[in-house]
């Protein structure tokens, strides 16, 4: 089983739709959790993070965090076309005075005109 | 504010050569990471430096070693290049190691070894 796993895509979604990215992982120790954006070519950009269960909303996304499930989620409303991008969900283990972020795949979502 | 800055932006290497990368971290930042980024693949985690020292490593193997200097800049040296090294390397800075400090990631150095 993967640390983190993502579905690779890609998404399609029609511009102005909610696109809807998840995520689970398998360690329980998991204390915080993040969404990267990641354009061709590019290095992963921070959009949100979440460390609490529930919902956390900045602007046009909401990150969703349930642990019991070990599930995470990330909402795009009204997706533009410039949200056209691979999203990376990644997790921070905190072990040993260090931390690291294991990444998954990624999820390749394309919105379409 | 400056970002993290990463250089070179790209480098070309023959197998067998060492190469060094160099990452200076966001303004207020004192943790730097390094991660692996292959084509097609998420990032992975080489190591984590603070206060000079490597505090955790990832799966790398001994080829793969860091420097940490005082003024919070970070170097990676890689060592008998392998075709496999070939990839996208990322450093990312944060404020501290807790679990609650984001990455933030430079623009990457894309290394390709022939």
């Known amino acids: 089983q993967k640390e983190v796993e993502q579905n690779s895509g890609p998404l399609s979604v029609p511009e102005g739709a909610i696109a809807s990215l998840n995520c689970t992982y398998s360690d329980r120790g998991s204390q915080s959790f993040f969404w990267y954006r990641q354009y061709s070519g590019k290095s992963p950009e921070l959009i949100m993070f979440i460390y609490s269960n529930g919902d956390k909303e900045d602007g046009r996304f909401t990150a969703q965090l349930n642990k019991a499930s070990q599930y995470v989620s990330l909402l795009i409303r009204d997706s533009q076309p410039s949200d056209s991008a691979t999203y990376l969900c990644a997790v921070n283990l905190v072990t040993g005075g260090g931390n690291k972020l294991t990444f998954g795949t990624g999820t390749q979502l394309k919105v379409e005109l | 504010d400056a970002g993290v800055t990463q250089s070179p932006t790209h480098l070309i290497k023959t197998r067998g050569q060492q190469v060094t990368l160099r990452c200076s971290p966001k303004?207020?930042?004192?943790?730097v990471s390094w991660y692996q980024q292959a084509l097609g693949q998420g990032p992975q985690f080489i190591f984590q430096y603070y206060e000079e020292e490597e505090r955790q490593r990832g799966n790398f193997p001994d080829r793969f070693s860091g420097h940490q200097f005082p003024n919070y800049s970070s170097e990676l040296n890689v060592n008998a290049l392998l075709l496999g090294d070939s990839a996208l390397y990322l450093c990312?800075?944060?404020?501290?190691?807790?679990?609650?400090?984001?990455?933030?990631f430079g623009n990457g150095t894309r290394l390709t070894v022939t």
């Open positions: 303004s207020g930042h004192d943790t």
């Open positions: 990312a800075s944060s404020l501290g190691r807790g679990a609650r400090s984001p990455l933030h």
